[in-house]
């Protein structure tokens, strides 16, 4: 009985590492000083390394992973890089590009198109934003601009801070206020 069961039972891999894995971005970009996403996820498993190294995850991720963890959340750590307000996708200028093939080189993602001494172009839908090849492109020709909401994506934005139920309530006018002094009539 015990060997059918652990047969049937047997769990593959590491549970805590998938988890953590499905709560980073898979940018796949290496700011976190790791090949990709689930090496990163690894090294938190195992206590190797903080959760506050994903700037594309950024406070979001973090606080996401101190829930899954317990432990306390913290700001993100500025040499990892910094967080995008907005997400970000290149774009390049095919006009000045030379076909240099090294931002192929660097996109984690395939997410560029071209050939040597051929004009690149970028897949916008598989583009992860994570800005690694912008550098090595010696003419300059790429740019990372912010990705224009659809009706799919658009979100209300958040409100600064919230608003304080009774100040609002009291705030509100009573309808006999608004009307001005109740006329009665003669007895």
Partial sequence: MLGLAAVRFKVEGDPLIERIDKELPQTQCGQCGFPGCRPYATSISAGESDINQCPPGGQATIDALADLLGVESKPL???????????????????????????????????????????????????????????????????????????????????????????????????????????????
């Fill in 77 to 187: 750590n500025p040499d990892n890089g910094v967080e995008s307000e907005l997400p970000t996708v290149a774009w390049i200028d095919e006009q000045i590009c030379i076909g240099c093939t090294k931002c192929i080189q660097a996109c984690p993602v395939d997410a560029i198109l071209g050939a040597n001494k051929l004009m690149h172009t970028v897949i916008a839908a598989e583009c992860t934003g994570c800005d690694l090849c912008v550098e090595p492109c010696p003419v300059d020709c790429i740019y990372m601009l912010p990705v224009e909401p659809t009706a799919a994506t658009w979100q209300w934005p958040q409100p600064d801070s919230a608003v304080d139920v009774e100040t609002a309530v009291s705030s509100v006018p009573h309808p006999v206020d608004l009307a001005g002094p109740v006329d009665q009539a003669p007895s």
